[in-house]
């Protein structure tokens, strides 16, 4: 079983709609979890970065932590076209340094 | 501001040849500096990481190498390739200030065909 769990997708929503996106993860030492956005042929962006259970808000995002489920979300309101592109989300153990453990990845597309 | 630079962007090499890629931070001192692979429907592998200049620890034992030379310089090779080492290659940093606390960054990364 992957530590890390996330559906690959592909989503595809019509522009201004609510996107949610998740993982699951098996490892309950995870502290650290972020989510990124990855655009074709481009490296990962670091999107958002949270520390242990709670929501972080940052413009249209939204990330969200429950710790005691093993899930993590990140929400965009009124997707646009330019969010199209794989957002991967990332977790990481509070003394294990700076190894991350990632998800597969999501696939997004927003349709104008 | 930070930034982190890879080249090539692409690279086409046969089976057999050589390899190098290269990866440089400006704007920071000191980092942690990461090479992973993203193949295709994957997530990220991390391949090496290092805390300082000479110190380089390997995730997964295989055909590539790393070197750091220079502080803010991070350098992926191989002295065969093989087909299997095709892939995305991205090169991260992250600040040591604050310890395991800090986010990695990622350049724009290396898509490597190997032939």
């Known amino acids: 079983q992957k530590e890390v769990e996330q559906d690959p997708g592909p989503l595809s929503v019509p522009e201004g709609a609510i996107v949610s996106l998740n993982c699951t993860y098996s490892n309950s030492a995870f502290q650290y979890f972020m989510w990124y956005r990855q655009y074709s042929r481009k490296g990962p962006e670091l999107l958002m970065y949270t520390y242990s259970s709670g929501n972080k808000e940052d413009g249209r995002f939204t990330a969200q932590v429950d710790k005691s489920s093993k899930y993590i979300s990140l929400f965009i309101r009124d997707s646009q076209p330019s969010d199209s592109a794989t957002y991967l989300c990332a977790m990481r153990r509070e003394t294990s340094g700076s190894r991350l453990t990632f998800g597969e990845g999501t696939q997004l597309t927003v349709n104008p | 501001s930070q930034t982190i630079h890879q080249w090539p962007a692409t690279l086409v090499q046969p089976v057999g040849s050589p390899l190098s890629l290269e990866c440089t931070v400006e704007g920071t001192s000191n980092p942690n500096l990461y090479w992973y692979r993203q193949a295709a429907g994957r997530g990220l592998q991390l391949l090496f990481y290092?805390?300082?200049?000479?110190?380089i620890s390997s995730e997964v034992p295989q055909n590539l190498s790393a070197s750091r030379p220079q502080d803010r310089q991070f350098i992926l090779s191989s002295k065969k390739l093989l087909l299997s080492d095709s892939g995305f290659y991205l090169c991260a940093w992250s600040s040591r200030k604050g310890g395991a606390s800090q986010p990695q960054h990622f350049g724009d990364g290396t898509r490597l065909s190997i032939l």
């Open positions: 290092s805390v300082g200049i000479g110190q």
